[in-house]
Protein backbone atom coordinates (compact mmCIF):
# COMPACT_ATOMS: atom_id res chain seq x y z
CA UNK A 1 0.00 0.00 0.00
CA UNK A 2 1.62 3.41 -1.15
CA UNK A 3 1.00 6.10 1.80
CA UNK A 4 2.13 8.78 -0.79
CA UNK A 5 0.43 8.60 -4.17
CA UNK A 6 2.24 10.63 -7.29
CA UNK A 7 0.48 11.53 -10.34
CA UNK A 8 1.19 11.18 -13.08
CA UNK A 9 4.49 8.44 -13.31
CA UNK A 10 5.67 9.61 -16.84
CA UNK A 11 5.18 13.16 -18.06
CA UNK A 12 6.77 13.55 -21.31
CA UNK A 13 6.21 17.41 -22.76
CA UNK A 14 8.13 20.05 -24.85
CA UNK A 15 10.07 22.77 -23.59
CA UNK A 16 8.06 25.87 -22.38
CA UNK A 17 5.12 24.10 -21.41
CA UNK A 18 3.27 24.32 -18.00
CA UNK A 19 2.92 20.91 -15.78
CA UNK A 20 1.59 20.12 -12.49
CA UNK A 21 2.61 17.24 -10.28
CA UNK A 22 0.60 15.95 -7.77
CA UNK A 23 0.98 14.03 -4.53
CA UNK A 24 -1.98 12.72 -2.29
CA UNK A 25 -2.42 10.25 0.66
CA UNK A 26 -4.87 9.81 2.89
CA UNK A 27 -2.94 10.85 5.90
CA UNK A 28 -1.71 13.65 7.75
CA UNK A 29 1.95 14.66 6.95
CA UNK A 30 3.59 17.14 9.80
CA UNK A 31 6.09 18.64 7.47
CA UNK A 32 6.64 17.53 3.05
CA UNK A 33 9.54 17.37 1.03
CA UNK A 34 10.05 17.55 -2.63
CA UNK A 35 13.09 15.95 -4.34
CA UNK A 36 14.59 15.43 -7.74
CA UNK A 37 16.81 12.97 -8.43
CA UNK A 38 19.23 12.00 -11.19
CA UNK A 39 20.16 8.53 -12.71
CA UNK A 40 22.77 6.96 -10.70
CA UNK A 41 22.39 9.89 -7.71
CA UNK A 42 20.51 10.26 -4.99
CA UNK A 43 17.42 12.76 -4.21
CA UNK A 44 18.67 16.70 -3.79
CA UNK A 45 16.36 17.96 -1.45
CA UNK A 46 14.30 20.98 -3.38
CA UNK A 47 11.63 22.58 -0.86
CA UNK A 48 10.23 21.91 2.68
CA UNK A 49 6.02 22.44 3.37
CA UNK A 50 4.90 22.59 6.82
CA UNK A 51 2.24 24.87 6.67
CA UNK A 52 -1.52 23.85 5.53
CA UNK A 53 -1.64 25.90 2.53
CA UNK A 54 1.80 27.20 2.26
CA UNK A 55 2.90 28.08 -1.17
CA UNK A 56 6.90 28.05 -1.61
CA UNK A 57 8.36 29.46 -4.79
CA UNK A 58 11.92 27.92 -6.32
CA UNK A 59 12.12 30.04 -9.35
CA UNK A 60 10.47 28.36 -11.93
CA UNK A 61 8.68 25.99 -9.48
CA UNK A 62 5.72 26.38 -7.05
CA UNK A 63 5.06 24.36 -4.28
CA UNK A 64 1.94 23.80 -2.23
CA UNK A 65 0.65 22.01 0.16
CA UNK A 66 -2.63 21.39 0.84
CA UNK A 67 -4.80 22.55 3.28
CA UNK A 68 -5.45 19.81 5.39
CA UNK A 69 -1.80 18.77 5.55
CA UNK A 70 -2.95 15.52 3.57
CA UNK A 71 -1.50 16.23 -0.51
CA UNK A 72 0.93 18.57 -2.25
CA UNK A 73 1.40 19.74 -5.47
CA UNK A 74 4.90 20.44 -8.20
CA UNK A 75 3.45 23.27 -10.51
CA UNK A 76 6.27 24.06 -12.97
CA UNK A 77 6.21 27.02 -15.88
CA UNK A 78 8.13 27.25 -19.05
CA UNK A 79 9.59 23.92 -18.23
CA UNK A 80 13.19 23.59 -19.67
CA UNK A 81 15.44 20.55 -20.85
CA UNK A 82 17.58 21.23 -17.46
CA UNK A 83 14.42 20.23 -15.63
CA UNK A 84 14.37 16.45 -16.66
CA UNK A 85 14.62 14.51 -13.85
CA UNK A 86 12.64 12.03 -11.14
CA UNK A 87 10.85 14.74 -8.50
CA UNK A 88 9.88 12.81 -5.31
CA UNK A 89 7.64 13.75 -2.51
CA UNK A 90 8.14 12.69 0.61
CA UNK A 91 6.44 12.87 4.38
CA UNK A 92 7.06 12.60 7.63
CA UNK A 93 4.33 11.68 10.14
CA UNK A 94 3.54 13.75 13.36
CA UNK A 95 5.96 12.37 15.88
CA UNK A 96 7.98 10.27 12.85
CA UNK A 97 11.38 10.42 11.66
CA UNK A 98 11.34 8.34 8.90
CA UNK A 99 10.26 9.79 5.73
CA UNK A 100 7.23 7.96 3.58
CA UNK A 101 8.05 8.21 -0.15
CA UNK A 102 6.19 8.54 -3.23
CA UNK A 103 6.45 6.60 -6.41
CA UNK A 104 8.19 9.55 -8.08
CA UNK A 105 7.24 11.14 -11.22
CA UNK A 106 9.57 10.72 -14.03
CA UNK A 107 10.05 13.97 -16.13
CA UNK A 108 10.99 14.43 -19.66
CA UNK A 109 11.37 17.92 -21.15
CA UNK A 110 11.75 17.62 -25.05
CA UNK A 111 13.80 20.27 -26.68
CA UNK B 1 32.53 18.94 -0.01
CA UNK B 2 30.30 18.68 3.20
CA UNK B 3 28.13 17.03 2.07
CA UNK B 4 26.67 12.99 2.62
CA UNK B 5 29.01 10.75 0.92
CA UNK B 6 29.04 6.87 0.23
CA UNK B 7 31.27 4.36 -0.74
CA UNK B 8 31.14 2.29 -2.60
CA UNK B 9 29.09 3.59 -5.27
CA UNK B 10 28.86 0.62 -7.20
CA UNK B 11 29.47 -2.94 -5.15
CA UNK B 12 28.91 -6.05 -7.64
CA UNK B 13 28.73 -9.44 -6.05
CA UNK B 14 27.68 -12.97 -6.21
CA UNK B 15 25.09 -14.68 -4.69
CA UNK B 16 25.68 -15.91 -0.77
CA UNK B 17 28.39 -13.20 -0.06
CA UNK B 18 28.57 -10.82 2.15
CA UNK B 19 28.57 -6.82 1.81
CA UNK B 20 29.64 -4.13 3.96
CA UNK B 21 28.67 0.04 2.74
CA UNK B 22 29.97 2.93 4.48
CA UNK B 23 28.37 6.38 4.95
CA UNK B 24 29.56 9.56 6.28
CA UNK B 25 26.95 12.35 7.51
CA UNK B 26 27.45 15.92 7.01
CA UNK B 27 29.86 15.93 10.22
CA UNK B 28 27.23 18.36 12.14
CA UNK B 29 23.72 15.93 11.73
CA UNK B 30 22.95 13.46 14.60
CA UNK B 31 20.49 11.92 12.89
CA UNK B 32 21.40 9.05 10.05
CA UNK B 33 18.97 6.79 7.97
CA UNK B 34 19.10 4.63 5.64
CA UNK B 35 17.33 3.50 2.35
CA UNK B 36 16.76 1.27 -0.27
CA UNK B 37 15.60 2.56 -3.46
CA UNK B 38 14.28 -0.08 -6.38
CA UNK B 39 14.36 0.55 -10.03
CA UNK B 40 10.30 2.72 -10.83
CA UNK B 41 10.25 3.14 -7.04
CA UNK B 42 10.14 5.59 -4.34
CA UNK B 43 13.04 4.91 -1.48
CA UNK B 44 11.83 3.14 1.35
CA UNK B 45 12.92 3.73 4.63
CA UNK B 46 15.47 0.96 6.26
CA UNK B 47 16.75 2.29 9.53
CA UNK B 48 17.74 5.24 11.68
CA UNK B 49 20.31 6.03 14.33
CA UNK B 50 20.43 9.34 16.79
CA UNK B 51 24.07 9.73 17.58
CA UNK B 52 25.24 5.91 18.25
CA UNK B 53 21.49 5.00 19.02
CA UNK B 54 19.47 2.77 16.62
CA UNK B 55 16.01 3.89 17.23
CA UNK B 56 13.97 2.62 14.53
CA UNK B 57 14.33 -0.39 11.97
CA UNK B 58 11.44 -1.56 9.18
CA UNK B 59 10.02 -4.89 8.77
CA UNK B 60 12.13 -4.44 5.77
CA UNK B 61 15.61 -5.05 7.56
CA UNK B 62 15.49 -8.74 7.85
CA UNK B 63 18.09 -10.55 10.34
CA UNK B 64 20.75 -10.25 7.19
CA UNK B 65 20.94 -6.94 7.82
CA UNK B 66 22.61 -4.91 9.80
CA UNK B 67 23.38 -1.75 10.46
CA UNK B 68 26.03 0.46 12.97
CA UNK B 69 27.06 3.89 13.40
CA UNK B 70 29.55 2.82 16.96
CA UNK B 71 31.22 6.04 17.54
CA UNK B 72 27.40 8.38 16.33
CA UNK B 73 29.35 9.84 12.77
CA UNK B 74 29.61 7.39 9.91
CA UNK B 75 27.53 4.49 9.73
CA UNK B 76 28.35 1.13 7.95
CA UNK B 77 25.21 -1.55 6.81
CA UNK B 78 26.02 -4.87 6.14
CA UNK B 79 24.17 -7.93 4.31
CA UNK B 80 25.19 -11.10 5.14
CA UNK B 81 24.60 -14.24 2.25
CA UNK B 82 23.29 -11.70 -0.28
CA UNK B 83 20.21 -12.79 -2.69
CA UNK B 84 19.62 -11.17 -5.85
CA UNK B 85 16.34 -9.75 -4.39
CA UNK B 86 18.86 -7.29 -2.45
CA UNK B 87 19.80 -5.90 -5.58
CA UNK B 88 18.87 -1.88 -4.90
CA UNK B 89 20.24 1.40 -4.24
CA UNK B 90 20.96 2.15 -0.85
CA UNK B 91 20.68 5.71 0.23
CA UNK B 92 22.09 7.06 3.72
CA UNK B 93 20.65 10.24 4.48
CA UNK B 94 21.39 13.00 7.48
CA UNK B 95 19.67 15.55 9.34
CA UNK B 96 19.81 18.21 12.00
CA UNK B 97 18.52 16.82 15.56
CA UNK B 98 17.60 20.03 16.54
CA UNK B 99 15.75 20.37 12.88
CA UNK B 100 12.54 21.90 12.87
CA UNK B 101 11.15 20.11 9.48
CA UNK B 102 12.96 17.02 10.10
CA UNK B 103 15.13 18.10 6.43
CA UNK B 104 16.84 14.90 5.10
CA UNK B 105 20.15 15.48 2.82
CA UNK B 106 20.94 12.23 0.95
CA UNK B 107 24.22 11.05 -0.62
CA UNK B 108 24.90 9.59 -4.17
CA UNK B 109 23.77 5.86 -3.02
CA UNK B 110 25.48 2.70 -3.18
CA UNK B 111 24.11 0.96 -6.31
CA UNK B 112 24.12 -3.42 -5.63
CA UNK B 113 24.12 -6.24 -8.08
CA UNK B 114 23.56 -9.47 -6.66
CA UNK B 115 24.23 -11.41 -9.69
Known amino acids: TQLLEQSPQFLSIQEGENLTVYCNSS?????LQWYRQEPGEGPVLLVT?????EVKKLKRLTFQFGDARKDSSLHITAAQPGDTGLYLC???????????FGQGTRLTINP | DTGVSQDPRHKITKRGQNVTFRCDPI?????LYWYRQTLGQGPEFLTY????????KSRLLSDRFSAERPKGSFSTLEIQRTEQGDSAMYLC?????????????FGPGTRLTVL
Open chain 1, 49 to 53: VVTGG
Open chain 1, 27 to 31: SVFSS
Open chain 1, 90 to 100: AGARQGAQKLV
Open chain 2, 49 to 56: FQNEAQLE
Open chain 2, 27 to 31: SEHNR
Open chain 2, 93 to 105: ASSLGTGLHNEQF
